[in-house]
């Protein structure tokens, strides 16, 4: 059987920078190269970074694009890396005629994959299925594609294919007929919980329904409120996983394959799988010199459930500091266990000298809370100032004689001054502390404890709070290092502390409760019977539901934060806020 070393270039690249991302894939193709290579897989729209949204839309924007596509090429072959061939994902335009339809995306922008080789593009992929659910908008976005693309590398069929083509039915029957050996999919495939065994089983039936060895390389890195996790993977064609790349990290994956060489003849032009018209590029025919292979690379340590969510906040900080060009951030240390926590992924993202906490003790401020937050300071070693709101407090309401919630959200609104103030002096991004079922139910101050750039843990519940929480201080026992979080924070009852005595369930249902509902009602989208059909109490379905229902205005207001849920605040949920419906009971 023809023998092919692969390479899966899991890499991050930044939105917009063509130039820079350019450079990430020539670096992954020096190395690839390096340890011999034959063939390297880019990711989904490396070139561009992913998801290029309404920019997919601007011809400045393609056109910078296929020059840097057809630049890369020459770059490859002056570097003497002619020889490899590299699948690169990027933005296009549609090479055909589209017929006219209202809503065709402006200059008809393509989802591409490139096949780079001899200092030029010898063949293209346009995606053909654009999901427009979840997170996406590609049918929004981009024209389908119209073909299936077929490669000869070393007399081994590859077929090709790009994200979404495989969870749908069609490019694995496609390879099927084709009798391809492989079938390469490159992907931009953002984070959710568990959504790493669903892609595994999803790998697994297409590669048996294809009887090819399937190869995914994946997106690494942060975009705005995406995750992009790496995990990119090889199965046989039983199923069967030949290797796996790691989670949350940059990696060059080699394997070597061996895989049945082309048998089946050139298609004529009227082939048609699934409705899309062959192409196949036969790059070099005869099979590879024999060498002797590389073992397997050894399977790396996964993340459990916890700690892969951890890391998808953890990078989606890191790279929206990193990307948006700010160095530090700061946010209010309460004493309490949202700021608790996002301190702690702060300092896990950036380092503790980049971090910046203010406490901000008011008149209600009790003493546990002033010593927890310092305790936190000292065992994370981050930077830590206290600026007490009372003076600022009383001069408000000395002006305006407040009382009830307004007597209480003013100070939240001073808070948010102060820190507002500490970034514009010194150029640190302002982190909300805010979580989902704050978010969800409107407990939280606009223009107070909402204020920020962006918001670590906007979309894990209060109940995964206190889990993370006691996840990292686990971990840092298994590493013998100092829990970060004292556990006296996470073992009292939360309170806002904006009046004697506030608990937050003098507002809220208790927090196991509320985020049972909200996980009815928000993440599986059902209505109020079938809520209470569930077994919860009417009463509470309803309180919790008009909550929910009131605070959309809050929620377009609130900073971005990582996705790690099935349905985020965000790309997954779009309600209007003007909205006269209710559920009845």
């Not at 005629?97 to 809503?103: A, F, H, S």
């Not at 919790?544 to 900073?559: F, N, S, T, W």
Request: aromatic fraction near 6%.
């Amino acid at each position: 059987m023809p023998q092919l070393r692969l390479a899966l270039a899991q890499v991050n690249p930044t939105l917009g920078d063509l130039a820079g991302n350019a450079d990430l894939v020539l670096e992954s193709c020096r190395d690839a190269a390096a340890r011999g290579a034959h063939v390297v897989a880019m990711p989904e729209m490396v070139i561009n970074g992913y998801p290029t949204e309404d920019l997919s839309y601007r011809a400045s924007f393609i056109e910078a694009t296929r020059r840097c596509v057809d630049d890369l090429a020459t770059r490859l072959q002056a570097d003497g890396l002619g020889d490899l061939v590299v699948v690169v994902g990027h933005l296009d335009t549609y090479a055909g005629t589209v017929p006219e339809r209202l809503g065709l995306p402006k200059n008809l922008p393509t989802n591409t994959a490139s096949v780079l080789t001899g200092g030029r593009v010898v063949a293209r992929y346009d995606k053909h299925h654009l999901p427009n659910y979840g997170v996406f908008d590609e049918f929004r976005h981009f024209v389908p594609g119209q073909e299936t693309q077929i490669i000869q590398v070393g007399g081994v069929d590859i077929a090709l294919a790009i994200c979404e083509d495989i969870w749908q039915d069609g490019p694995s029957d496609a390879a099927r007929a084709a009798e391809a050996g492989l079938l390469l999919v490159i992907n931009g495939s953002p984070y959710e919980a568990a959504k790493d065994d669903m892609r595994l089983q999803l790998c697994a039936r297409r590669a048996t329904e294809a009887n090819a060895t399937l190869a995914y390389v994946n997106l690494v890195g942060g975009q705005d409120e995406l995750v992009f996790e790496g995990d990119s993977i090889v199965v046989g064609p039983d199923g069967g996983i030949i290797a796996r790349a790691a989670h949350f990290e940059p990696e060059l994956l080699i394997v070597d394959l061996d895989l049945p060489a082309a048998t089946a003849p050139m298609p004529g032009p009227e082939t048609r799988f699934g409705g899309l018209r062959v192409a196949r590029e036969v790059i070099t025919a005869e099979p590879f010199p024999a060498y002797p292979p590389e073992p397997p690379p050894p399977m790396p340590q996964r993340w459990d459930d916890l700690g892969e969510r951890y890391q998808a906040m953890v990078h989606g900080l890191r790279d929206y500091v990193r990307k948006n060009r700010f160095r530090s951030v700061l946010l209010g240390l309460s004493g309490g266990i949202d700021s608790a926590l996002v301190a702690t992924i702060a300092v896990d993202a950036l380092g503790a000298n980049n971090v910046y906490c203010v406490s901000n003790p008011s008149e209600w401020s009790t003493e546990h809370s002033k010593s927890d937050a310092a305790d936190l300071a000292r065992r994370q070693g981050l930077h830590f100032d206290t600026v007490a709101i009372a003076p600022m407090f009383q001069a408000f309401q000395d002006a305006l004689q407040l009382d009830g919630l307004a007597e209480e959200n003013v100070q939240a609104r001073i808070r948010a001054v102060i820190w507002m103030g500490l970034s514009n002096q010194h150029g640190h991004l302002v982190l909300a502390c805010g979580n989902k079922s704050e978010l969800a139910t409107g407990y939280s101050t606009i223009y107070g404890d909402a204020v920020g750039g962006f918001a670590p843990i906007k979309d894990a519940p209060k109940t995964l709070v206190w889990k993370l929480a006691r996840w990292r201080n686990e971990l840092a026992t298994l590493r013998n290092e100092t829990p970060p979080i004292p556990e006296a924070i996470i073992d009292k009852p939360p309170s806002a502390e904006l009046r004697p005595g506030q608990l937050d369930t003098d507002s809220l249902p208790p927090y196991d409760l509320l985020d049972a509902v909200l996980d009815a009602y928000v993440e599986r989208d059902l209505g109020s019977a079938q809520v209470i059909a569930e077994g919860f109490d009417p009463a509470l379905v309803e309180r919790v539901i008009q909550l929910v229902d009131k605070a959309e205005y809050k929620r377009r207001q609130y900073p971005p934060g990582p996705k790690i849920s099935k349905r985020n605040f965000g790309r997954d949920r779009r309600v209007p806020i003007t909205n006269a419906w209710r559920e009845h009971l």
